[in-house]
């Protein structure tokens, strides 16, 4: 089981790091090329486009994992331990829903559009549009044992919501500011 955490947090993090660098060195060698060579990458922005989805939801997954999203805590954390747990938990089970919505919606997007075809990339579409439902499988999977850790809070009124952070970032958060 340990594995499978590895494994995800490789994709949610390394790959989605190599997707934006890669991301950024392809629009670089674009807007050098059109400006200075007066001569455009042939399928950068295409290529960029690409790498752009699934960077966009490999790392918001990461970002869920380890508590970074824009939360509104402020009255929640003033809450005793077992209603906090309840209110965290109720608030991932509807964005799991959501997910789920979203991940499913993106699935039926990307097979929809097997005709409509990156021209210079000479490939469709759907390659880019499965990281949709593939960052939303992942967020799920983290939403799910969100909700599990809180309704197991609620039930032995021992409650601690997760924020992890990135180390080396600034967006670590140490212990003693975390809400009790």
Known sequence: MKWIK???????????????????????????????????VQGAGEAARLLFVWQVFLAAA??????????IEFIVDRFPLRVRAITDMTVNAVVFVMIIIVGYMGWVLAFASVTKRFQMLDMPYTYALLGI???CALMGIHLFGNVLRAAKGARHNDYKIERKGFAGTGCIMPEENLPL
Not at 25 to 37: P, S
Not at 62 to 71: I, K, Q, S, T, W
């Open 6 to 40: 590895i494994v995800i947090r490789h994709l949610e993090e390394s790959v989605a790091a190599t997707l934006l660098g890669a991301m950024v060195v392809i629009v670089a060698m674009d807007v050098f090329g059109r400006y200075v060579l007066n001569h455009p």
């Open 62 to 71: 990461g970002a869920l994992d380890r508590g970074l999203h824009v939360g």
């Open 133 to 135: 439902p593939a960052g």
